[in-house]
């Protein structure tokens, strides 16, 4: 049983910075990719940035050198730090894991609950 939970929405004025975290707890054996998608009403989740399990960190091109993700906590920790928020940059936030819950089963991919993030003066 694997639960994540996500903090650090809120509303921030452009140009603002906020951090996103999100925690996995539960039955975990191994955490393979992980990231953090959003949307915005009326248009379809995308994603934000990435870790996969063997590179480095991906992120899409409206966010790129504004955005950073990392893990803490053997990648059971992830973070989004977003500085000079944008309006466009207003939506739900989730987190995104693709995990082993035992050892030879196959991966599944876990969604945290989302978080509000409002930028807007």
């Known amino acids: 049983q694997v639960q994540l939970v996500e903090s650090g929405g809120g509303l921030v004025q452009p140009g603002g910075s906020l951090r996103l975290s999100c925690t996995a707890s539960?039955?975990?054996?191994?955490?393979?990719?992980v990231g953090w998608y959003r949307q915005a009403p009326g248009k379809q989740r995308e994603l934000v940035a990435a870790i996969p399990s063997f590179g480095s960190a991906n992120y899409a091109d409206s966010v790129k050198g504004r955005f950073t993700i990392s893990t803490e906590n053997a990648k059971k920790t992830l973070h989004l730090q977003m500085n000079s928020l944008k309006p466009e940059d207003t939506a739900v936030y989730y987190c995104?894991?693709?995990?082993?819950?035992?050892?030879?089963?196959?991966?599944?991919?876990?969604w945290g609950q989302g978080t509000q993030v409002t930028v807007s003066s």
């Open positions: 995104n894991f693709d995990l082993r819950e035992v050892f030879g089963s196959f991966a599944r991919v876990y």
């Open positions: 539960g039955r975990i054996f191994s955490i393979n990719a």
